[in-house]
């Protein structure tokens, strides 16, 4: 692997964050995204891309990062473990969209590269990320469509890649202190390299186009539904359970917040909702769509 080849990785992720901010603008006209970038050298630099009460999403969070470390933090693959004393380079692209509707559902995205001991003659690199949706009202279309745009994507590589990846995505995106998965999953794999460079590298770009052909559909299909105050609070408790996987679960928040320099820390943090509630042993009233929610956080068939 040579240094052209992780460059094209990073030009890739910053075409894919302006690709996603156009669609973020035709849906939101003249609302104001806060650009934030940062750099501490030439190998650890980055931009954040936020908006916040917008018309149709009341948070979006757009990052894109480069960093360079002398130690692999343990967080940043469960596979190769053995190199978490060697310098290392990573990139990444991190989405996560909170809807005003809350028959539009949240999702979000990520797509990583690492590279690892890339002075030596055999360095180590590895693809990571996916994409997940979590609904608190949900449809079944909406869902079939979601899964359906995940396995038509994952059919050129590999047969199975689509129920590796999706079980990987209902694996970890799995809260046991509440028995529930976080939303209907997705795709979701890390330490990805068995395909070669090439295609793992095409895999990862299908991954950025299915997400946006997965869910941008959905935001123009539920977004000028009409919802009532008691749905949006029901909203606002479903985000509890956004916060406690981040905080507790989330290997990227915990990657973040392991840096010996957490000046980025806003950034870090910059998938958390910007309104949630919790409340005491909440019971969804019998039969009701709140109820119904439950049923679809268990992993299960969609296509």
């Known amino acids: 692997m040579d240094s052209e080849e992780i460059i094209d990785v990073f030009k890739y992720f910053e075409l894919l964050q302006t690709e996603i901010l156009e669609k973020i603008q035709n849906h939101e006209d003249s609302v104001d995204i806060k650009n934030n970038k940062w750099s501490r050298d030439s190998e650890n630099f980055g931009n954040a891309l936020i908006l916040e009460k917008g ?48 028959f539009v559902p949240t999702v979000h995205a990520n797509l990583r590269f690492f590279i690892s001991n890339y002075q030596s003659k055999k360095p180590v690199w590895w693809f990571g990320g996916g994409f997940d949706l979590t609904p608190c009202y949900p449809f ?113 928040t915990r990657f973040g917040l392991q840096a010996k320099d957490n000046t980025n820390i806003e950034n870090v943090l910059a998938s958390m909702p910007p309104d949630v509630t919790w409340h005491y042993k909440y019971d969804a009233p019998r039969g009701s769509r709140e109820e119904e929610l439950i049923q679809y956080l268990k992993p299960r068939k969609w296509v």
């Not at 940043?76 to 060697?86: G, H, P, T, V």
């Not at 290392?88 to 909170?98: E, N, P, V």
């Not at 330490?191 to 959905?218: C, R, T, W």
């Open 140 to 252: 079944k279309e909406d869902c079939v469509h979601w899964h359906k745009t995940a396995k038509n994507l994952c059919v050129p590589f590999n047969d199975n890649l689509y129920e590796k990846h999706k079980q990987n995505c209902d694996d970890y995106f799995y809260l046991p202190h509440r028995n529930e998965t976080r939303g209907i999953g997705g795709l979701f794999f890390d330490d990805f390299n068995h395909l070669g460079f090439n295609k793992s590298f095409e895999y990862v770009k299908a991954v950025g186009m299915g997400f946006q052909e997965g869910y941008f559909p959905i935001v123009d299909k539920r977004k000028n539904l009409t919802f009532t105050e008691k749905e949006k609070d029901f909203q606002l408790y479903r985000r509890g359970r956004y916060v406690e996987f981040n905080l507790l679960y989330d290997r990227g």
């Open 55 to 102: 018309a149709v999403f009341d948070k979006i969070a757009l990052n894109i990062s480069h960093v360079k470390g002398n130690e692999l933090r343990s967080s940043a693959s469960i596979k190769n473990k053995d190199l978490k004393n060697y310098p290392y380079k990573a990139m990444g692209l991190s989405l996560i969209f909170h809807p005003k509707n809350p």
